[in-house]
C-alpha cells in the first residue's frame, strides 16, 4: 500500500471524492463564465460604441455589493476554521454572517435593478444592457444556489449527529470553495461592466 | 497490516484530507484587508478616465491579483494537492482558447467589413490612394445643363 492510500484511504488520489466532484464542478462552471465574457469581449469589439459604466450604471451600489462579497468569502472561511476546530456555536455564527451578508447582495441587486427597470432600462434597451442583465443575472442564482447550500449545512449543524459524520467538514469545504468562486466571478464582472 | 496503515484506515477520511490546509485565521484577516483596497484603487484608478487599453489592463492586473488571492488562500490553492493544479491547467487552457479563438474570429470580422484604401489592398502595385469608397462612389451627378433660348420652330 503506498503513501498516497495512506493519506486519505477513500481515494486513490489523496483527494476526497466529494472534493475532486466539486473542483470538477468548478471547472464546468468555469467554462461556463469563459463563454459569457467571451460574447462580452465580442460583443463590446463588434459594437460602435460602449457606454462608460459610471454613467450607464450604479458604481456605488456595485461597490458595496462588492465589499458585501468579499467579506462573505472571510466569513465563510472563517465558518470553514470553525467546523474544523469542532466549534459548533462558532460555525453557526459565521455562517449565519455569511447568509446575512448573501440576502445584503442580493437586497442591494434588487435595489440596483428595480431602479433600472424604473427609468425603462431592459435587457432590450442596448447590447451592454443585454449583456450586463444576462452577466448579472446569472452570478444572482449562483448566490441563491449557495444561500440554500449554506442554509442547508446551517441546519444540519445544529445536529449532533451531523459533527460526528466524518464528512461534514467536506460538506463545508465544498460550500466554501464554491462560494469563494462566486466571489471571483464577480471580481471580475464589476470592473468589466461598471469601470471599464 | 501495519500500525500506521491500520490508523490510517480508522481515522476519518476527510479529516486526513483537509489536514493540509489548516486554518490561518490572521491571515484571512490580511487578505481581506487587501482585497478591500485592491477594490477601492480599482474603483478610485476608473475615475481617473484613463485611455480604454490602459484602464483595461490596469482593472485586468487588478482584478487577476484579487481572485488569486482568493483562490489560493481563501480555496487553499496554495499547498492544494498537484491533481486539483492539473485540472486547473487543463481548464484554464481550454477557457484560454476558447477566449482567443472567439476573440481573434471577431477581430477578423471586424478587419473584413471595415474599408481599406485601395493602395492598402495592393501595396505592390503602388495602388492609387483613394479608398474603396471614393473608387466605387458614382460620378457626381451633373449639373443641370444651362437654359438655351428656344429654338424657332422648323419650317
Known amino acids: 500500500m503506498n503513501a498516497i492510500i495512506m493519506d486519505n484511504p477513500d481515494t486513490h488520489s489523496g483527494i476526497s471524492n466529494a472534493k475532486l466532484g466539486v473542483w470538477l464542478f468548478l471547472a464546468s462552471e468555469v ?8 460574447s462580452y469581449i465580442v460583443l463590446r469589439m463588434g459594437a460602435t460604441s460602449w457606454p462608460w459604466g459610471w454613467d450607464a450604471l450604479n458604481v456605488p451600489l456595485a461597490t458595496l455589493n462588492t465589499a458585501i462579497l468579499i467579506s462573505s468569502s472571510v466569513t465563510i472561511v472563517m465558518a470553514y476554521a470553525k467546523a474544523y476546530d469542532k466549534d459548533k456555536n462558532g460555525f453557526q455564527l459565521w455562517m449565519a454572517a455569511t447568509l446575512a451578508l448573501s440576502f445584503a447582495f442580493l437586497v442591494v441587486k434588487a435595489f440596483e435593478y428595480g431602479h433600472e427597470f424604473k427609468l425603462g432600462i431592459a435587457p432590450s ?3 451592454f444592457y443585454a449583456v450586463y442583465f444576462t452577466m448579472t443575472g446569472l452570478h444572482g442564482i449562483h448566490i441563491l444556489g449557495g444561500i440554500i447550500v449554506n442554509t442547508g449545512l446551517l441546519y ?8 460526528e459524520h466524518p464528512l461534514f467538514l467536506g460538506r463545508v469545504e465544498g460550500a466554501g470553495l464554491y462560494w469563494h468562486f462566486v466571489d471571483i466571478v464577480w471580481i471580475f464582472l464589476f470592473p468589466a461592466l461598471y469601470l471599464l | 497490516m501495519s500500525k500506521k496503515i491500520k490508523a490510517a484506515h480508522d481515522a476519518p477520511a476527510e479529516r486526513s484530507a483537509h489536514d493540509d490546509h489548516r ?3 490572521g491571515l484571512y484577516i490580511k487578505v481581506f484587508a487587501a482585497l478591500m483596497v485592491l477594490t477601492l484603487v480599482t474603483v478610485a484608478v476608473s475615475k481617473l478616465h484613463l485611455p480604454r487599453p490602459q484602464a483595461i489592463a490596469l482593472g485586468l492586473a487588478v482584478a487577476l491579483v484579487k481572485a488569486s ?14 491533481l486539483i493544479h492539473k485540472f486547473l491547467y487543463v481548464t484554464g487552457a481550454f477557457a484560454f482558447l476558447f477566449v482567443i479563438t472567439m476573440t481573434d474570429g471577431a477581430l477578423l470580422v471586424k478587419k473584413m467589413t471595415q474599408r481599406m484604401p485601395v493602395a492598402d489592398q495592393h501595396p ?3 495602388g492609387e490612394k483613394v ?8 460620378p457626381p451627378p451633373a449639373a443641370p445643363a444651362p437654359k438655351t433660348a428656344k429654338k424657332g420652330k422648323a419650317k
Open chain 1, 125 to 127: 434597451t442596448s447590447v
Open chain 2, 131 to 138: 479608398s474603396v469608397s471614393e473608387a466605387v462612389a458614382l
Open chain 2, 23 to 25: 486554518p490561518d485565521v
Open chain 1, 31 to 38: 467554462m461556463l463564465f469563459a463563454t459569457l465574457f467571451t
Open chain 1, 156 to 163: 444540519m449543524s445544529t445536529k449532533d449527529e451531523h459533527w
Open chain 2, 124 to 126: 505592390d502595385e503602388g
Open chain 2, 69 to 82: 488571492l482568493v483562490g489560493g488562500i481563501f480555496m487553499h490553492l496554495w499547498g492544494e494537492k498537484k
